[in-house]
């Protein structure tokens, strides 16, 4: 979708600008809706709290 590497887009997620990934147990997904919007709004920095590094 968004035509970069994998290892790009999760810098990307880690340094907050990006959607922050939804965790379940040790899986990372992202919501495809989150992902569609934060694309259209031209790939603009989340705003989030938790910053975490990847697991």
Do not use: Y
């Amino acid at each position: 979708m968004c035509r970069i590497s994998v290892d790009h887009f999760l810098r990307l997620v880690e340094s907050g600008a990006a959607p922050e990934p939804v965790r379940l147990g040790r899986a990372v997904r992202w919501q495809r809706a989150v992902l569609v919007e934060w694309i259209q709004n031209g790939c603009q920095q989340q705003k989030s709290g938790n910053r975490g590094g990847r697991s």
